[in-house]
């Protein structure tokens, strides 16, 4: 079946770094998702990403979807310790599923 | 924004009794809602996805008899993990597509349901 991978699996960066998380799946998605989720929330919507190639931004995010459509990066620039979490990508094929990433745990270091 | 609660927030029960999580769509109407199970410091698998007005979609692997999901409305949902054992014991979500009609589209998460059966 479909498989979305991400890596790395943690990342532990101190505050100012740069934080890039890359999403890759098994299958051509139609689109992606992107999710936050903090220690002991629940996800939060972040993103979606339709178009080959698409790049979007917001404030210190910047999110890609690759050509193929099937990868995707999250990066954030200048890491704040409010970045604090767990990031998801979720693939979605076509139907009304998505397929949730490994997921990228980052800590951040004041 | 569009809000979606659960409840209750965090159950502990006996092994061979039933367990039933309420998931509403505060502010918006879902005729589709979806069940996650996440287990610690892991991705969410969905287990279900939940139809009002017909019969629940169930993920292959998942037992239908074991976990009853039933959408009573278009802003309520419902799972029940029946006889439940230790191995049941776990973070639920379930989330719903905010944008009316596009099930595509951002989904929205209750805030989880954590249940620790003895």
């Known amino acids: 079946g479909q498989q979305v991978m991400q890596i790395p699996q943690y990342q532990h960066v101190q505050e100012g770094e740069d934080f890039t998380t890359y999403c890759n799946s098994s299958?051509?998605?139609?689109?992606i998702q992107w999710y936050k989720q903090r220690p002991g929330g629940h996800p939060v919507f972040l993103i979606q990403l339709v178009k080959s190639g698409e790049v979007k931004k917001q404030k210190r995010l910047t999110f890609q979807f690759g050509e193929a459509k099937k990868n995707s990066s999250l990066h954030i620039t200048a890491t704040q310790t409010t970045d604090v979490g767990t990031y998801f990508c979720?693939?979605?094929?076509?139907?009304?599923?998505?397929?949730f990433g490994t997921g990228t745990r980052l800590k951040v270091l004041a | 924004g569009a809000v979606v609660s659960q409840h209750p927030s965090r159950v502990i029960c006996k092994s061979g009794t039933s367990v039933k999580i309420e998931c509403r769509s505060l502010d918006f109407q879902a005729t589709t809602m979806f069940w996650y199970r996440q287990f610690p410091k892991q991705s969410l698998m969905l287990m279900a996805t939940s139809n009002e007005g017909s019969k629940a979609t169930y993920e292959q692997g998942v037992e239908k008899d074991k976990f009853l999901i039933n959408h009573a409305s278009l802003t309520l949902s419902t799972l029940t993990v029946t006889s439940a054992h230790p191995e049941d014991s776990s973070f639920y979500i379930c989330?719903?597509?905010?944008?009316?009609?596009?099930?595509?589209?951002?989904?929205?998460f209750g805030p989880g349901t954590r249940l620790l059966v003895l």
């Open positions: 979720a693939g979605g094929s076509g139907t009304y599923k998505y397929i």
């Open positions: 299958t051509t998605l139609s689109n």
């Open positions: 989330s719903a597509p905010g944008l009316a009609g596009v099930v595509k589209g951002p989904q929205y």
